[in-house]
């Protein structure tokens, strides 16, 4: 496929129509392995737009609710495998448009597709309970409702996996749909909706408006018309969103950064370790919010596992995801790569020693690109802004330890609670961590990134509103029960 066939303008999809926005204005979606490229013209909406589309979602509702779970699951099947038939082009898409290597795109799109089969399954599964009443001639039990139109704020890292993770639960539970992408991947976004469509939902199940967070983000959590609201991205916007659904009785649901870490004990597999520290805080050019960013190592076997760190690390191919053989694509864009390479500064001037990377990459070609460097640190101290504050690139701080109470103390020494890891072969350690570490996914002998869609995801502290998404956990946030109980 070329560039040129690529270009194209993508519009709304709101009650079963592709529209132009009201407002009349597109913004480019580029590359950012080579910013010349246009990958497509995405609208940017208002207000209006926004209307158009809460009232088209709650029309749709009293009949959509009104299915039974079977059916809404078998359109969930069919829109999985159109997906799967789509997978390279909307695999490429999301390449061309946020960078991820080619090989990660295509993974997270058959994650896509499994997570869409996964939900298809729970409009067959149990919705209650029955209770014991103490009136033995009542019956007493619980059912669950959809909570109505819900609206789906997603970010730019996970353009496939996020929305349908967050859109196959709600809508399988009765509820329809707006989909707010981040603009940054709106073509990609565009494409997973043309699946939905062709497998035939309802006119106004579920909607597409793309354009500004600060319009129709915060838009769809301040609407009357929206009774849920599930955010993914960052802390900041996250506090934003749950405020305006709180001030106005709505439910809602953020799942936000990291700060992850890897603790490496003396008697760990040093060659796994470093493996999986490598795929953890590299991969997608560490831009997952359950990359791992602090790399706490035993300083018995710190020099050595550093010399193997960084061995490994001047073997990553950095360049175009698309290419073949190369491993780690650039900041997904302008912003993001200006935010790693402040951070380098803000590193260096603190104290912290620079012992790779760290530099924007200009050779062959990727002065047209956002790449950076892998880039490493030590003598990074906890109260550094390189070891508190989420960086999302491909940067890790080294921090030594000499026991291992004080490996975990430094790994809880954050405001983020997303993931940790540890690499030990002791059960001792192993269920200390598991026991005493504050993080919503706790991996054992695995890298901090990786994530099961059949078992719940999210995080403690700052990471998350502590409700829990993917697998039967979905149900929690999707659904109200109803305690009902009934006497002849
Ligand atoms: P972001 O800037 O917070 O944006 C996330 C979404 O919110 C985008 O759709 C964005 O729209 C929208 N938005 C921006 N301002 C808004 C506002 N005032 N009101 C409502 N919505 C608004 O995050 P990002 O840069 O896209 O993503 C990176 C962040 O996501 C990182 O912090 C990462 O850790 C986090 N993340 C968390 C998880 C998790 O499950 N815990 C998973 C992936 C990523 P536009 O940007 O399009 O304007
Ligand atoms: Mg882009």
């Excluded at 869409?116 to 009136?135: F, H, M, N, Q, W």
């Excluded at 709600?170 to 989909?179: E, H, K, M, P, R």
């Excluded at 603190?350 to 924007?360: D, H, K, W």
């Excluded at 706790?442 to 990471?463: C, D, H, W, Y």
Aim: hydrophobic residues 40%; aromatic residues 6%; neutral net charge.
């Amino acid at each position: 496929m070329s560039a040129m066939q690529t270009r194209k303008t993508y519009l709304n999809y709101i009650g079963g129509q592709w529209r132009a926005s009201v407002t009349g204005v597109v913004e480019a979606s580029r590359n950012p392995a080579r910013i010349a490229e246009v990958v497509g013209y995405v609208q940017v909406s208002g207000a209006e737009d926004l209307d158009q589309a809460v009232l088209a979602a709650q029309s749709a509702l009293p009949a959509w609710r009104k299915l039974s779970g079977a059916s809404r699951g078998d359109l969930l099947y069919k829109t999985a495998n159109i997906l799967e038939r789509r997978t390279q082009e909307i695999a490429e898409t999301m390449t061309r448009e946020m960078g991820k290597t080619l090989p990660e795109a295509i993974g997270e799109t058959a994650r896509g597709v499994a997570i869409l089969r996964y939900y298809a399954g729970e409009g067959l599964r149990k919705i209650g309970d029955v209770i014991p009443s103490t009136d033995s001639e009542g019956l007493l039990f619980t059912t669950r409702v959809p909570l109505g139109v819900v609206g789906v704020i997603a970010p730019w890292n996970f353009p496939v996996a996020i929305p349908i993770w967050k859109m196959a639960p709600a809508l399988v539970y009765g509820n329809t749909v707006i989909l707010k992408p981040a603009q940054e991947t709106a073509v990609t976004a565009a494409k997973v909706i043309e699946c939905f469509e062709e497998a035939g939902f309802p006119a106004g199940v579920v909607n597409l408006v793309t354009g500004k967070g600060s319009v129709i983000g915060q838009g769809l959590a301040g609407h009357p018309g929206v009774q849920g609201i599930t955010f993914t991205g960052s802390d900041v916007v996250g506090k934003q969103v749950g405020m305006a659904a709180l001030k106005r009785g709505a439910k809602y649901q953020l799942e936000m950064g990291g700060k992850n870490p890897i603790i490496v004990a003396e008697d760990a597999d040093l060659d796994l370790a470093v493996d999986a520290t490598i795929s953890g805080g590299l991969r997608s050019t560490g831009q997952k919010c359950t990359a791992t960013s602090r790399v706490i190592v035993a300083r018995s076997i710190y020099e050595t596992f550093k010399a193997k760190l960084l061995g490994k690390i001047r073997d990553i191919r950095v360049g175009n995801g698309l290419e073949e053989g190369v491993w780690m694509g650039p900041c997904a864009n302008e912003n993001q790569m200006n935010t790693v390479l402040e951070y380098v500064r803000i590193g260096q001037e603190e104290g912290a020693s620079l012992l790779t990377g760290g530099r924007r990459m200009t050779q062959d070609g990727l002065a047209e690109g956002y790449f950076v460097e892998p880039t490493v640190f030590e003598q990074v101290t906890p109260s550094m802004r390189i070891a508190r504050e989420e960086i999302f690139g491909p940067v890790l701080a080294l921090i030594p330890f000499d026991s291992m109470e004080e490996a975990i103390r430094l790994a809880n020494d954050a405001e983020y609670g997303l993931s940790a890891s540890i690499y030990t072969r002791d059960i001792g350690h192993m269920l200390t961590f598991i026991r005493d570490m504050d993080a919503g996914l706790i991996r054992v002998n695995a890298e901090t990134a990786g994530v099961e869609l059949q078992a719940p995801f999210g995080g403690m502290k700052l990471s998350s509103s502590h409700s829990r998404e993917q697998g039967q956990a979905a149900i929690e946030f999707f659904t109200s029960i109803k305690t009902v109980f009934v006497k002849s």
